[in-house]
């Protein structure tokens, strides 16, 4: 048997519980932010270690990297194809309602609006308890058992002849899709250290506006080619059966490939998931708890940052709830036919894609991701005026490219969930906190496009102003106050006769309560 390194070896001797809670004598002021913390309760990482004879791991930088490479050409490609999947199921509505979906169900008023609003009613009707559920099934397969459903129910869409029947089938897309973006900001905390955490984020979110761009190419190519070779069901149908049917193949790959951890890595060996686990002992938040503590829960409702991020869901996604439904129909109302609005509404996906991953790569590189979101934001801004006041339809197009760059600072706050937020029972608890203020958000955001106002939503445009700015204020909220923790926390750490609890990485310590945790920014 190997001799086990001294990090190893302190690892387990950890899950063995010869390292528990601090001496008393030795650590009383060390462990006083510890208090509530369950010491024999350690994080799951260590199971790791359970096999006897592991080979003591000390990473190299080459080795780092080459790992760092191995994970990503292994996770990410599945994440950003789901992903971004994730973003055309729900929006092909929006392509549909200019195919002839809206004459075909009988749609009046309101009820297009509605239909919007209804996969966020699924989605915040779900939304906790499929966090929940994250936290206590085995996250790969969790996840990839919602995609496969999603994509069973898109195809039930193809089915429905009217207003009530598109309302359920709507509500249950909302329903399986509420778990991807907190497990998949699981995944990424799980993986990534919190240097890599934002651009992995805007890599894997990016994909939102490549499948923008192969939906608007697919919606045109059925549009026309259903219309010259007119087929026994309609062009909007063939649109939800062919993407549906696609989105459930992904799902099997992902049930299948995906892991629920570096515990259970197919890819990695047994040397590489000891690495996968040390090279985010600086993350302070190991790798998932399944156990529920009140405290993390009761500390997360708490947390002013909780409901700072919360407010920005709910004031941000307003704006991203209109446009996602109603795009086609703002590019119809430029002065552009209907296929016209299919492949013009292209581009824009490429200005998403370019928005987030620049801001990513700044972010990481000036290592503030959320002042740098706020250009995104500023774009999305500048977008809405033009849309209100340029004179011409090329202007007004050109001001709807620039909205798309709107998630800069949404997928910045969600990077922080994976990052800033430690403790599996309170990371779980804020990620559906936001995705709940996500889903009001976006719940309200198609009622404001009144259908009398249509086509010009004069209403619409104004509000959906206003809140960019209330949201780019709280951005810079969240900035400072992140600062001043920062600082708190060094000064804790710089009393004498602090000492830094050993092991205490893998405790499922809070923010909160780890005073070696520094706030990712």
């Known amino acids: 048997m190997s001799a086990a390194s001294p990090k190893l070896k302190e ?22 932010h510890l208090h509530l913390a369950d010491h024999e309760d350690a994080d799951e990482a260590l199971k790791v270690l359970e096999a006897e004879g592991s080979t003591p791991v000390d990473i190299s930088p080459e080795e780092e990297r080459a790992l760092l ?56 009707f779900w939304e906790y308890p499929t966090n929940r559920l994250l936290q206590m099934l085995p996250l790969g397969k969790w996840s990839g058992i919602n995609v496969l459903l999603w994509g069973a129910v898109l195809c039930c869409m193809a089915a429905t002849t009217d207003f009530a029947g598109a309302m359920v089938v709507r509500f249950l897309l909302g329903v399986f899709e509420a778990a991807v973006t907190p497990g998949f900001a699981l995944f990424t905390s799980q993986w990534y250290t919190a240097a890599e955490q934002g651009s992995r984020t805007a890599i894997w979110f990016s994909f939102n506006g490549w499948f923008q761009i192969i939906g608007g190419v697919m919606a045109y190519g059925i549009a026309i080619g259903t219309e010259q070779h007119p087929l026994a069901i309609k062009s909007w149908q063939m649109l939800f059966l062919v993407i549906g049917l696609f989105t459930c193949v992904l799902g099997v790959l992902f049930l299948f490939f ?13 040397k590489e998931k000891v690495m996968a686990i040390e090279r985010i002992r600086k993350n302070q938040q190991g790798v998932g708890n399944k156990h529920f503590k009140w405290y993390q ?17 709910l004031i941000a996604d307003i704006p991203n709830g209109g446009i996602s439904n109603f795009f086609s129909q703002l590019i119809v109302s430029f002065g552009f036919t209907n296929e016209q609005s299919l492949i013009i509404a292209i581009p824009a996906g490429a200005v998403e894609v370019i928005a987030l991953l620049l801001c990513g790569y700044l972010g990481a590189h000036f290592r503030n991701r959320l002042l740098v979101s706020l250009f995104g934001q500023a774009a999305t801004i500048l977008g809405m005026f033009l849309i209100m006041f340029a004179p011409t339809s090329v202007g007004k197009l050109i001001g709807y490219y620039l909205t798309l760059a709107i998630p800069t600072s949404f997928v910045a706050i969600l990077s922080m969930v994976a990052s800033n937020v430690a403790g599996y029972t309170k990371k779980t608890t804020v990620a559906a906190l936001y995705l709940i203020g996500y889903c009001v958000g976006n719940i309200i955001g198609p009622q404001l496009f009144l259908a009398s106002e249509s086509p010009n939503y004069p209403t619409a445009k104004i509000v959906l102003t206003v809140c960019l700015f209330l949201a780019s204020a709280d951005v810079v909220f969240i900035y400072f106050w992140y600062r001043r923790l920062n600082a708190k926390k060094a000064a804790e750490r710089a009393k004498p006769g602090y000492v830094k609890v050993v092991g205490q990485e893998f405790y499922d310590l809070t923010d909160i309560e780890n005073a070696e945790f520094v706030y990712a920014l």
């Open 297 to 313: 829960m009761k500390e997360a409702l708490l947390d002013p940052m909780t409901w700072a991020f919360v407010f920005y869901a």
């Open 11 to 32: 690892l387990k001797e950890l899950e063995a519980g010869a390292v528990t809670s601090p001496s008393p004598s030795a650590t009383d002021h060390a462990a006083d």
């Open 258 to 270: 995906m892991p629920d951890s570096q515990l259970n890595a197919w890819f990695l060996t047994d």
């Open 69 to 124: 490479r191995k994970i990503d050409w292994y996770l990410m490609p599945l994440m950003c194809l789901v992903y971004g999947l994730n973003y055309l199921d729900k929006t092909t509505i929006s392509y549909a309602s200019v195919m002839g979906l809206k004459t075909d169900l009988h749609l009046v008023g309101q009820q297009y609006s509605w239909l919007g609003s209804m996969f966020y009613f699924g989605y915040l």
